[in-house]
């Protein structure tokens, strides 16, 4: 796999590190401020609120600028909400800097998906895809463990600062060492296209990226108040079990996405990782013990590990000539799931409903997405 590729790879570990931070230490950090549990949904969703509505002017800028400079602005937006949100003494404070992150940190996600597209062949795409989303999958692995680590030695803030620090390091890699990708004239003619021409044959991808997402983080949204309800845990053990979720996610993407490709299709791939998942969130409704726990939890990232890439991979071919725009509206896809998965579960389900309830609903926008995978994209990607 080429150097560039690689880079950009452990860009997107960077920012999922970061990311996944929030979920074992942030349940903990807003009770010691007397935060209410209602008001982490809102912390939550403020993030990637601001990125739905920035991704698509950041896909278009990437078109436009290049997409080494939208990376590094976005590690440097991200940079400095997490170093704010560290410094945050209340609920507005937090509630800012998440807003500033997620404005100034969009632009580097969609800017990396669409990097791999310029430096891939569709054919390569899948397997590229791959080894980012493998990335992506270490980042949560090792984000919970950062958050648990530094907790436990620094204190609840520390996990942020870190974070901030190597966003920092992290764009400073981007600028001297990843180089920008050639821009063919089909690239070039993308700054032109109407939102309307890409939107519409990305829709039913969309569609999918959404259900799945918002499925996904209704496990991640919830898992502290779960372990520590149900099962007395601790942040150790809602780290361990994040842990081993994202190590499961790694293996799946960067071993047996890779051994697929090519062999089977990739809207197939596609819909049997949403069935694995749907079926590993039923099973999370009704754990009873941290066994039955710690299975659902792995069948949840391993079929997540399975759609994730391969859905990438059809989007990206079918915006293959406007690949900026196109993974600036993924962006947008994937940060509206952020916004709504945790004020639908955290905020809305999980105070009402308990685990079968908050565990059932994200199961059936899992069902949904496999319809969709089903009926669509073999006939929209692969025909």
């Known amino acids: 796999m080429p150097r560039s590729i690689l880079l950009a790879a452990l860009t997107a570990f960077v920012l999922m590190l970061g990311l996944s931070v929030l979920f074992p230490v942030l349940p903990f950090l807003t009770r010691d401020l007397g935060i209410p549990d209602g008001n ?68 580097a996600l969609p800017a990396l998906f669409a990097y791999v597209a310029d430096e891939t062949s569709a054919e390569q795409r899948s397997t590229a895809m791959g080894y980012v989303g493998a990335a992506l999958g270490l980042g949560l692995t090792f984000g919970p463990l950062l958050g648990l680590v530094t907790w436990e030695w620094f204190g609840l803030r520390a996990p942020y600062f870190v974070s901030a620090a190597i966003g920092l390091v992290n764009a400073i890699a981007v600028w001297r060492g990843l180089p920008e990708t050639p821009r063919p004239a089909a690239a070039a003619s993308a700054v032109s296209v109407s939102f309307r021409a890409v939107a519409l044959p990305l829709a039913p991808f969309l569609l999918c990226v959404f259900l799945t997402q918002t499925a996904r983080i209704a496990v991640d949204a ?76 792995l069948a949840v990232a391993s079929g997540f590990s399975l759609l994730s890439p391969t ?73």
Not at 263 to 268: I, L, Q, R
């Open 40 to 107: 982490v949904g809102l912390l939550l969703a403020a993030f990637p609120a601001a990125s739905f509505v920035a991704s698509p002017f950041w896909g278009r800028f990437s078109s436009r600028r290049g997409r080494r400079p939208a990376i590094v602005l976005g590690l440097l937006g991200y940079a400095v909400g997490f170093g704010l949100f560290g410094l945050g003494r209340d609920f507005n404070e937090l509630l800012a800097a998440r807003l500033l992150g997620g404005l100034l940190s969009a632009a």
């Open 222 to 297: 919830t898992v502290g108040f779960f372990a520590q309800d149900l099962l007395g845990a601790t942040p150790r053990g809602v780290g361990t079990l994040l842990f081993a979720m994202g190590l499961a996610g790694a293996l799946v993407q960067g071993g047996l996405v890779r051994a697929l490709a090519g062999k089977v299709s990739d809207a197939s791939v596609c819909a049997a990782g949403c069935a694995l998942m749907g079926l590993g969130l039923g099973a999370f409704g009704f754990a009873a013990g941290w066994t039955s726990f710690a299975l659902a939890g």
């Open 311 to 383: 859905l990438n991979a059809l989007l990206s071919r079918a915006a293959e000539s406007a690949q900026g725009e196109g993974q600036g509206l993924n962006g947008s896809a994937t940060a509206l799931s952020r916004f709504v998965a945790p004020l639908l579960f955290t905020t809305g389900l999980w105070p009402r409903t308990g685990a079968v309830g908050t565990y059932s609903v994200a199961a059936a926008l899992c069902v949904v997405a496999f319809a969709v995978a089903v009926t669509r994209f073999r006939s929209q990607a692969e025909a």
